[in-house]
Nanobody
């Protein structure tokens, strides 16, 4: 299975921005679906955003208009640009390849706090 390593998490104030990155151990141009999930304390893991190999995207309603997912096939990386962050965005963010039965990264913590 492809290995995934996330980076870019951290502490940010409400209204701030962060950019998460996920580096894959193999070429991603032939991986149909990649995405970001998150899990907040005491809650189930939820889909945040996903992107197909053709660039079609889908977002959770809670992040539409604020988050942007992108993929860089040349560098085997996907990104999640997060703007206008709120307290409710605090969670561990996981990179995923090939859907929930596919491969997962270890996660990166995003904390939104004043």
């Amino acid at each position: 299975q492809v290995q995934l390593v996330e980076s870019g998490g951290g502490l940010v104030q409400p209204g701030g921005s962060l950019r998460l990155s996920c580096a894959a151990s193999e070429r991603i141009y032939n991986i149909y679906l990649m995405g970001w999930y998150r899990q907040a304390p005491g809650k189930q893991r939820e889909l945040v955003a996903q992107i197909t190999w053709s660039g079609n995207t889908d977002y959770a309603d809670s992040v539409k208009g604020r988050f942007t997912i992108s993929r860089d096939n040349a560098n085997n990386t996907i990104h999640l640009q997060m703007n206008s962050l709120t307290l409710e965005d605090t969670a561990v963010y996981y990179c995923n390849a090939r859907g929930e039965m596919g491969s997962w990264g270890q996660g990166t913590q995003v904390t939104v706090s004043s």
